[in-house]
């Protein structure tokens, strides 16, 4: 019993450092957002970055998502997922922002 | 890092006298993982059309008129609370707790979900005075196909809550009922790693280039 | 129109019947599309009056309708793929009559003309091979790794359904209104509300949308169930080649059906609620739905044509009594396949007008991706190599694949090409290509395995000289409908035209639709084989389990396999585990011990959601919608309450399986094997003597 209640602290503790570190990213977030302002893309790089890390706090921390062996098909899923995705969306951009440009629609 | 205790998913160690449910759980939360990845390349491509058609405003309000940051703000608050709660409900749920602090964590999550949503049309209700309407640009079409499939999602984890919530009453804490749970889970958490998507891209990402 | 749109029925009033088309004007035209519309009422009468008169609605409904039995779910996906498959068949025979009767206009109106081809595409694509591919895998996949069922049985049964009320879709078009003129990839703005305000495009929409989900769901079960339920021993690297195919396929599906879902629903936003993704005002644009529609659409190619590549595996394999060659190679030629088929869908669209760096990259890749493809080639070739073959109706139609699809394969490398992409690009050209790669690779890669898995799945063999003889017709026929296409679609005819005036086109077009009657024989061929096959059942059967002397787990089993499959989970040891087995001379142990069975119990969630969704994409395309919000909530109200039923499993005791499996094994140690030489005969009960000189 004693050992289900030690890993019943230890999980609780995994959630709260996991809901901690997102609180204290989102916080940095809106707080560049609030100081610098919106405009420049040297703020929105941060703000992305920011985002990412907030990403992979919450798939580590909450997902359980890491390199231990039990986890490691899910990892790799999401990996493999992680590479369409950026195929695509990124194929996607290139393709319709060129097209964009070709076609004036878009202020160079 | 420490050794961790072997299971992956969040609850998913039933215990030692679950070795066939665990392997069935196993199966079946990693199927659900794989419907995630489908669901999250739907989003990933809604994403990107958002992305092509931030300057498809067609002369209709734009970003800067129609977003309320401090709104935004309140969702991401709510949303990322509510993860944590879901987790909180599933460990209540895995280390036997008491009823009252299992029906607690159930309750706040839905009452966190709920008040996002409220909180989510409240800004469409605001958008649309503004002539912030769907049918109004390719950028606001965009945007109404994106945030409020989220939106669509967060209901359906909600519905979902109420009726586990009513299946636990009925069945008791069975070990179907706990890989359900545990999927909610998933899915909830999963729903939140979409929000960040969102305020990066649809609302920075638009306060910045639109 | 407009009076009725907000009433009862929506927009659905009496102009939009066939009869009363041909009432006002009566013409060749009409008199086609009655005629369509009768056989689709006529066969549905037929269906319902057969079922009654010999007493067969409690039977299909209890074994087959209801059931979770994936064996079963996977017949009843290749009857449907087979059913849709006269009717894209018979379309394109229409098509290529109506080509045929120029120059000129022909005998058809450029409206119908534009619905066939609407109907043909989609129909082929969504509502044959896929059906069928899946139906084969469906069969297939749990026999060969050693599993009892799939992941999920009912979620399976769910895909059906939907994948089966989409279809009736498209049949119920023939009837009710028509379905779009926008071809099979329904490009706005031509699409959309403001050019196509009728109801044809929405059919569409919610066709591929509702038979979109259920194929996705097909790919997160079959993806977890190889990924999961593999029998104990049995590594990647054991895994039958077939099986590989099938997980490759299923991760395109989980990835590549999303694209297909956005593009189709935001058509529907545009179409229903004025949205402007694609429209030519306030923003939209169109060139987003090409882009999406192919980050779909190049992978689907794959996702079907792979499966075929693994049906000739085991073909080439067993009917060469050989080791299939090269398997590693064939394994990452098939990852490197479904990988790099996301890579390449731009050159769908290379005349869109991006520049010339991307349409060379995307080129390249289109270029790249051919190695693979020819790697696989060789190891076939190798895989016959000096081995012992038999000619049999499979291998025919590998054989036939392996030379015409080898000519397919090398007219899309021409077309990745840009520049020459920019020559003919929507010509014939074009249409040749890609019914060379489709039919010689995925369909005859389908018949292959209907003739090669019917006596697993029934008892006994398919008939020989009919097989042969339809193998011949398909053959010819393929190679005069379309070959001549390639040489027309050079000369300059666009594809998708009604009409045409250039009278050098004439004689490739007569060829091509005597190829297409020819086709409509093949057609017929394989109607009379299956009939002339159940006359003479008695003399084919085969209930050992393996005619012909074949590798893998799957002829391990008794023919019809028992719902459960396999007594006993076998234990694998090497890749063919079952030819190796039999080379050890324990191909059929007698198990020490017996246990209860836990199988999925026969559920009516499939079937109804079939019919409610049904309803749900009716009512929507007619624009009836207080159907559509009720059927949305009976929908949602079914399945929360099938998550209520607690008791989805029943047991079949030891004592039973037991007994069958006993009575089975006393019917193996009773027949007498035989010999490669005497495989057709009545002799064959499906034990094979083997061939010990090549087995390796």
Request: proline fraction near 5%; include cysteine.
């Amino acid at each position: 019993m004693d050992k289900r209640s030690e890993m019943h602290r230890r999980e609780r503790r995994r959630y709260v450092i996991g809901y901690g570190g997102s609180l204290l990213l989102t916080l940095a977030v809106f707080l560049i957002a609030y100081t610098y302002g919106i405009e420049t893309k040297g703020v929105y790089l941060a703000i992305s970055l920011l985002g990412l890390a907030q990403l992979i706090v919450q798939l580590v921390y909450f997902l359980h998502i890491d390199r231990r062996r039990s986890s490691r098909e899910d990892l790799d899923l999401v990996l493999f997922s992680t590479l369409v995705l950026l195929i695509i969306i990124l194929g996607t951009v290139w393709i319709m922002g060129n097209l964009a440009v070709r076609m004036h629609t878009y202020p160079m | 890092m420490k050794r961790a205790p072997s299971h992956s998913y969040p609850g998913l160690n039933l215990g030692r006298r679950h070795e066939s449910a665990h392997k069935a759980t196993e199966v079946v939360t990693f199927g659900f993982w794989v419907f995630l990845m489908s669901d999250l390349v739907y989003f990933g491509l809604m994403f990107a059309i958002y992305i092509t058609m931030i300057d498809a405003q067609a002369g209709g309000p734009g970003p800067h008129e129609l977003f309320d940051l401090k709104s935004v703000f309140a969702q991401t608050m709510i949303l990322l609370t509510s993860s944590l709660t879901v987790g909180l409900a599933m460990l209540a749920l895995k280390y036997n707790l008491p009823r009252s602090r299992i029906v607690l964590w159930f309750g706040v999550t839905l009452v966190l979900g709920l008040s996002f949503l409220v909180l989510e049309i409240r800004d469409f209700m605001a958008m649309a005075e503004k002539g912030g309407i769907p049918q109004r640009s390719g950028f606001l079409s965009a945007f109404y196909g994106l945030v409020p499939l989220h939106g669509l999602h967060v209901s359906v984890g909600c519905l979902w809550l109420i009726v586990l919530g009513i299946q636990l009453r009925v069945f008791g804490l069975t070990d179907l009922l706990m890989s359900r749970v545990v999927r909610l889970a998933l899915f909830w958490h999963f729903l939140d790693l979409i929000w960040i998507g969102i305020i990066t891209i649809v609302y920075f990402g638009g306060l910045t280039y639109g | 129109m407009t009076s009725a749109e907000s009433g009862f029925f929506g927009r659905l009033s009496w102009d939009a019947f066939p009869l009363a088309g041909l009432i006002q004007t009566p013409n060749a035209n009409e008199i086609v599309a009655n005629t369509a519309a009768g056989i689709v009422i006529v066969g549905v009468v037929a269906v319902v009056g057969l079922l009654t008169w010999f007493r067969l609605w409690g039977p299909l409904w209890r074994d087959w309708l209801t059931s979770a039995d994936h064996k079963k779910i996977g017949i009843m996906y290749v009857v449907f793929a087979i059913v849709m498959l006269a009717r894209g068949v018979l379309e394109g025979v229409v098509m290529r009559a109506q080509q045929a009767a120029g120059p000129g206009d022909g005998f058809l109106e450029a409206e119908h003309f534009a619905e066939l081809f609407s109907t043909h595409g989609t129909i082929m694509i969504f509502f044959v091979a896929v059906p069928f591919v899946f139906g084969v895998a469906n069969f297939l996949v749990p026999l060969m790794i050693g599993a009892r069922d799939v992941a999920f049985p009912v979620m399976n049964q769910i895909s059906l359904g939907l994948t089966v009320s989409a279809g009736m879709m498209l049949m119920v078009s023939l009837v009710v209104g028509k379905f779009s003129t926008g071809g099979w990839t329904a490009y706005p703005p031509y699409t959309g509300a403001a050019f196509n305000p009728g109801v044809g495009p929405d059919y569409w929409i919610w066709a591929i949308v509702v038979s979109g989900i259920g194929t996705t769901l097909t790919g997160i079960n079959f993806a977890v169930t190889i990924y999961k339920l593999r029998a104990p021993g049995m590594t990647f690297m054991r895994l039958p080649m077939y099986c590989w195919t099938i997980i490759c396929s299923s991760i395109l599906i989980v990835f590549a059906m999303p694209p297909l879902g956005v593009a189709a629903l935001m058509l529907a936003a545009d179409r229903y609620l004025d949205f402007h993704f694609f429209t030519n005002d306030l923003g939209g644009n169109m060139m987003n739905y090409a882009n999406l529609f192919w980050l779909f659409g190049h992978p689907e190619v794959y996702l079907l044509v792979l499966p075929a590549y693994g049906i000739y595996s085991e073909v080439f394999a067993t009917f060469s009594a050989k080791r299939l060659y090269g398997y590693n190679s064939l394994v990452i030629a098939t990852m490197s396949i479904a990988v790099m088929s996301f890579t390449v869908w731009l050159h769908h669209f290379f005349t869109m007008g991006q520049s010339a760096l991307i349409n060379a990259v995307f080129g390249i890749a289109t270029m790249l991706i051919a190695i693979p493809t020819g790697v696989k080639v060789y190891d076939w070739m190798a895989t016959m190599f000096r081995g012992r073959i038999r000619f049999s109706v499979p291998m025919l139609y590998g054989l036939s694949f392996l030379m015409l699809f080898v000519i397919g394969g090398l007219s899309g490398v021409i077309l990745a090409n840009p520049t020459v992409d920019y020559q003919v690009h929507n010509t014939l050209f074009l249409v040749a290509h890609f019914h060379n790669v489709l039919l010689p690779g995925v369909l005859f890669g389908l018949l292959a395995g209907y003739n090669y898995w019917f006596p697993k799945a029934f008892g006994f063999r398919l008939n020989e000289f009919w097989g042969r003889v339809t193998v011949v017709l398909w053959t010819v026929g393929f190679m005069l409908t379309f070959l001549p296409l390639y040489f027309v679609g050079l000369m300059g005819m666009p594809r998708r035209s009604f009409s045409w005036e250039d009278p050098s086109f004439h004689p490739y077009m007569i060829v091509a639709v005597l190829g297409a009657l020819v086709i409509l024989a093949a057609l017929l061929s394989v109607i009379v084989q299956l009939w002339v096959s159940i006359r003479n059942r008695a003399n084919t059967r085969v209930p050992v389990g393996d005619p012909w002397d074949a590798r893998t787990l799957e002829w391990s089993t008794p023919a019809p396999p028992p719902p459960y499959n396999f007594a006993i989970i076998p234990q694998i040891t090497d890749r063919d585990n079952f030819a190796a087995a039999k080379e050890r001379g324990e191909a059929y142990p007698t198990p020490d011990a017996y246990e209860d069975i836990a199988m999925p119990r026969n559920t009516g969630i499939g079937f109804m959601l079939c019919v409610f969704s049904g309803v749900w994409m009716f009512a929507l395309v007619w624009w009836i919608w207080w159907l559509a919000a009720l059927m949305t909530v009976v929908m949602l109200v079914t399945f929360i309450a099938w998550t209520f039923k607690g008791d989805t499993e029943e047991i079949i005791s030891a004592e039973e399986v037991r007994k069958r499996h006993e009575a089975w094994l006393d019917l193996v140690h009773t027949s007498t094997p035989v010999d490669r030489d005497d495989e057709t005969t009545p002799e064959n009960l499906g034990l094979a003597r083997p061939d010990l000189e090549v087995v390796t």
